[in-house]
Every structure is written in C-alpha cells, then in structure tokens.
C-alpha cells in the first residue's frame, strides 16, 4: 500500500511539474518568446525523460490502433503490433537517456515529446 501511495504522489508530482514547464514555456513578451533558462530547460528534459520512460508501453497499443486504423485490421495486428514494440523499446530507452543526460539540455528526442500529445500522429525520433 505504501508503495503505491508514493507511485501516486510521485506521478502527481509530474503531471503538476509537467503543467508548469508548459506554461513557462509559452510565456511570451512583446510577441516574441523569451528564451529560456538553463534550470528550466534542465528539469523539461528531466521531466520528459521521466514521463518518457514510464509510459512507453502505450506506444504498443497506440501504433496498433493507428496501423489499423489506416491499413486494416490484420495488418495493425501484425506490423502494428511489431512497429509498437520498436516504439515502445524507442520511447522507453530515449526517455531514460534523457533523464540520465538532462544536465545537457536538448531538444526532445521523441516527437510528440510526450504520448498523450498528438495521439493520431504516429512516433518519430530525431
């Protein structure tokens, strides 16, 4: 029981961290946005490779359901099914790269940066 309850404080915290980092990030002034500092683009990358790594598995039935959606269902069942798997193990393993690097602050590596963002669209990396 305790181990759950510090799982939920701890997502809660990355979600509440998670929203914060979004706002500051859209902050503009004067039309322009305003660069960011280097704390702040440190704990993004952290945040993100965190969040990346823990929820990689959904790469599994998101691929799938796409595939399907576009190629029938035998072929989501199939190739989606293996091309989840390789996003799954992508996500996962470039999330906690991110996470072991976040004091070199770059861009993501995982486009949409997070899995609920985006969920039509299908996973790239660069």
Do not use: C
Not at 37 to 43: E, H, I, L, R, V
């Amino acid at each position: 029981m305790k181990k759950l309850a510090r799982l939920l404080l701890l997502l809660s915290a990355l979600f509440f961290l998670s929203s914060q980092s979004a706002i500051a990030q859209s902050y503009t002034m004067y039309g322009e946005r305003m660069e960011q500092s280097y704390p702040t683009m440190a704990g993004e990358k952290l945040m993100n490779g965190i969040v990346n790594a823990a929820t990689g598995f959904v790469e599994l039935p998101k691929t799938m359901i796409l595939t399907s959606q576009r190629d029938g269902v035998p072929y989501g069942l199939t190739v989606g099914l293996l091309t989840g798997l390789i996003h799954t193990v992508g996500r996962t393993v470039l999330g906690a790269l991110d996470a072991a690097t976040f004091f070199i602050p770059t861009r993501p590596t995982v486009y949409p940066p997070y899995i609920w963002q985006d969920f039509d669209r299908e996973t790239t990396y660069g």
